[in-house]
């Protein structure tokens, strides 16, 4: 029997409710129970120093974070960079480090994985850096990245990443 900790949670930072993004997502970890979160669908408000967030969702997903051993964020590349919807929910994580430490210390260990898409051939140099960091400084473990380009009949035209990603997100 599977628990909410073993079952991957994914969380996708794209505008377009269930648009290239998701659908890919959703094909490269076809017949793998997760839980996805789609950030379209909640209420984020930016990060402020003085943090009266008024009534967002975040804290309900950061815990969710807490529940799932292994974190996947899958976002769409906007102007070489994450996705503006993703960029403020990683811009909360402060919350983490400042007036909810205890939660921000149960992120140790976790495993971060990325999915991200886009019209380029490949992800734009430095992509996974924050990605990376993010895991580093919360001391999980940054495994990895897939990529898909848009413009290419997905995620068929790439079925050796496909297998690499489910071989790895399957070994945690």
Request: with cysteine.
């Amino acid at each position: 029997m599977e628990t909410a900790l073993s079952v991957p949670l994914v969380i996708v930072g794209s505008a377009r409710k269930s648009g290239n993004t998701y659908t890919i997502a959703n094909a490269v970890l076809q017949g793998i129970d997760v839980k996805i979160i789609e950030l379209a669908n909640h209420t984020i408000v930016p990060y402020s120093y003085n943090g009266n967030y008024g009534e967002d969702d975040f804290m309900d997903i950061a815990t969710q974070m807490l529940q799932h051993n292994t974190i996947i964020f899958a976002t769409p590349v906007y102007w070489y960079a994450m996705s503006g919807m993703m960029k403020t929910f990683f811009d909360r994580l402060t919350h983490l480090v400042t007036t909810h430490k205890p939660s921000g210390r149960q992120l140790k260990g976790k495993n971060i994985l990325l999915i991200a898409t886009g019209t380029d051939a490949g992800l734009p140099e430095g992509f996974e850096v924050p990605f990376q960091q993010t895991a580093e400084y919360f001391d999980a473990q940054y495994k990895g990245a897939v990529y898909f380009c848009t413009k290419e009949k997905y995620p068929a035209t790439h079925p050796e990443g496909v297998i690499a990603f489910r071989q790895l997100l399957l070994s945690l």
